[in-house]
């Protein structure tokens, strides 16, 4: 399997390639927060945001062009609340009307980058995001309780609980959660000892880490180290 990814123009997406080897086996996705609009050589997809890890049978050849969008960007440029498509992976003629998705579906098979770079550069000047969005994303990612985000941006944790559904499928816990699970894995993928690892992200102790990645994705820390997929 080779992956790689890089900067799109637009703030909070980013634009990723991956093709899979003749023999591959189920990819454990994990949860990142996103969603993304994914061309898989035949159509094009709306990966939702996952509350946890799923397992993707990705025929083996297939090559992927994908934009995966953070901070509440999908939502807005898509026209489709997170929470619409949570844990789902629909055809995109399924949530948009079907001639819209049938052309932008012909100009992605035409030039995969380019077509979704062109149209996301155009739905960004035409849709603008939320900005609550990347407001509370950039907080979750600095670690801050639910109580403080709120408390930042004048809404009562409830209120926001339910503005941030929508914008990313769950509330500012959830997110936060699953955040700080990307950093701790990237910590440990660098070689970090799992102790350091908890401490640095935020964990009350290693156990406490092991306990929280077990229940986002169904595995231990040592069994993730090395795995490269997320959604």
Do not use: K, N
């Not at 993304?36 to 094009?44: S, Y």
């Not at 945001?49 to 999908?74: E, I, K």
């Not at 026209?79 to 055809?91: F, H, K, W």
């Not at 993928?189 to 350091?196: E, I, Q, S, T, V």
Request: glycine share 10%; proline share 8%.
């Amino acid at each position: 399997m080779v992956y790689r990814e890089r900067p799109s123009a637009i703030a909070g997406a980013v634009l990723w390639h991956q093709s899979l080897g003749a023999d591959v086996s189920p990819q454990r996705i994990l949860p990142d927060g996103c969603m993304d609009l994914i061309w898989d050589g035949r159509r094009l997809l709306v990966a939702g945001p996952d509350t946890a890890a799923r397992w993707h049978p990705g025929p083996a050849g297939t090559r992927y062009v994908g934009l995966r969008m953070s901070g509440g960007l999908g939502p807005a440029l898509l026209g489709i609340p997170a929470d619409q498509v949570v844990d789902q992976c629909p055809d995109l003629d399924q949530l948009w009307d079907p001639a819209a998705a049938r052309e932008l579906s012909e100009q992605v098979a035409c030039d995969p980058p380019g077509a979704l770079e062109r149209w996301l550069s155009a739905a960004a000047a035409e849709r603008p995001a939320d900005p609550l969005g990347r407001r509370v994303h950039t907080m979750a990612v600095s670690g801050l309780s639910v109580a403080a985000m709120a408390d930042r941006t004048g809404y009562s944790p409830r209120q926001l609980h339910r503005r941030c559904v929508p914008l990313f499928g769950y509330g500012p816990r959830r997110l936060a959660r699953i955040l700080r699970l990307g950093r701790a894995l990237d910590h440990a993928r660098a070689g970090r000892p799992l102790a350091d690892v908890a401490a640095t992200c935020g964990y009350a102790d290693q156990a406490h880490l092991t306990h929280e990645v077990r229940s986002l994705t169904g595995a231990t820390p040592t069994a993730l180290i090395g795995s490269t997929s997320t959604d």
